[in-house]
């Protein structure tokens, strides 16, 4: 009975010891450490201007990392993204195979914008895992977010990269001056349940069909809508723009050949009358 009980107590402290290890892989993922103003294992535009500050108005720690519209120029406003590593490089140790991405968060959002948490991972130097939430309300209080990742190969990845950005379909590309994002406490998880669903009012993005690297992306409009179809990499960064556009109701198919792109992870996003919905395809050559 005793031998019973030491092998029990040995491998909920070997449980305990690696589950520790998986949520250690994300750089200080409760953004209590901070140098020089930023967020230590993260990356931010801070400079002349500071965007991205530390907030006592965390979810269940210290602090939490705060990034708030600034002004750049008369009439032309940033909300810096805040991503791990540095200037140089997105991406952190990681030697895993996470399932999704889990974080808490605060948005102040204006119609027309997002809050994007995109998620890469590397393999032997080829982008093999990418995921995305799409977040286009705003929220006063803490609400977790979930970024599923899906794999292009499976295995565990060398090097995981985390970005979180707001977006805008603003023709000026300016995102509003009260425009912020709130974020803490990140960690791996499983993949999400009770998800909201893709279907609303105004579209429904249904499937992303791939076939040599050439994209049949299927969407319905249930009404007369204008229509941006835009496609973004991993780290929330434009690659292209497939449509732009007003359409009447019905059932759509768009092509469009992504061979040019590299290997990896990437995010189409159909914004309708300001909503916006998301799905990850991958290109593998």
Known sequence: ??????????????L???TNVVIAQIPNASFE?????????????????????PTADAHDSATAALSQSQEL????????????????????????????????????????????ATVGGMQGGTQ????VANIATSTNVYTEGVADLLYSQLGNMDSM??????????????????????????????????VEPITRAAATLEFIGMSDNVAHIVYTLSRRSEVQLNVYDVTGKL????????????????????????????????????ESFSKAFVVEK
């Open 161 to 194: 990269a985390i970005t979180f950005v707001i977006v805008t379909t603003n023709p000026s590309g300016s995102p509003d001056i009260t425009s912020s994002f709130t974020v803490d406490d990140l960690s791996w998880g499983p993949l999400s349940t009770g």
């Open 33 to 53: 450490h901070w140098t020089g103003g930023a967020p230590d294992g993260w990356y931010t535009t801070n400079g002349n201007i500071t965007y991205v500050t």
């Open 16 to 18: 305990i010891a690696l």
């Open 1 to 14: 009975m005793r031998n019973d009980y030491m092998l029990r107590s040995f491998f909920t402290v070997v």
């Open 128 to 131: 093999s895992v990418g995921g």
């Open 239 to 274: 690659v292209r723009s497939v449509l732009d556009l007003s359409r009447a109701p019905g059932r759509y198919k768009a092509v469009e050949d992504f061979s040019a792109l590299t290997n990896g992870v990437y995010f189409c996003r159909l914004i309708v009358d300001g």
């Open 73 to 116: 120029f008369s009439g032309f406003n940033i909300v810096s993204p805040l991503r791990t590593g540095d200037a140089n490089r997105y991406y952190f140790p990681c030697n895993c195979q996470p399932q999704a991405l889990h974080f808490w968060y605060k948005t102040n959002l204006q119609p027309q914008e997002s809050f994007l």
